[in-house]
């Protein structure tokens, strides 16, 4: 009887541990985070942004002169013009093209990863 209760003690302290142990790559990897794209020498800085839909993208206009980050083909989303100094932050929900209205030259792209089994929600 003794062999039993000691066993279940074990079981009850080591299954939740277990448990969280697996689940603990999908709850990190299913947070939020913030990418930072910067407005330098005329270009978006990187040019192509890897990201997880949810995730945040800070435009930072670190150049001379005005600033926009538009979306491409539906005009979906728009920064304010930013300024020199102005930053501008969106939560991404799928893949864009876009570009600066003022600069048309000036291109940019978000690309939404691909869910994988760590990154999708369990039912």
Not at 8 to 24: E, I, N, S
Not at 41 to 59: E, H, T, W, Y
Not at 93 to 100: G, R, V
Request: hydrophobic fraction near 40%.
């Amino acid at each position: 009887m003794g062999r039993k209760l000691l066993t279940g003690m074990l079981l009850a302290v080591l299954c939740p541990f277990f448990y969280l142990q697996a689940f603990r790559g999908v709850s990190e990897n299913a947070r939020p985070k913030t990418h930072m794209v910067q407005i330098v020498r005329m270009q978006f800085i990187p040019a192509v942004l890897s990201v997880n839909k949810g995730d945040s993208v800070v435009f930072l206009n670190k150049d001379l002169v005005n600033h926009n980050a538009t979306e491409r083909t539906a005009g979906k989303w728009q920064s304010p013009t930013l300024r020199p100094g102005d930053s501008w932050r969106m939560v991404v929900t799928s893949s864009a093209d876009y570009y600066c209205t003022f600069h048309p030259g000036m291109k940019g792209k978000l690309e939404v990863a691909r869910a994988t089994a760590k990154t999708r929600k369990k039912k």
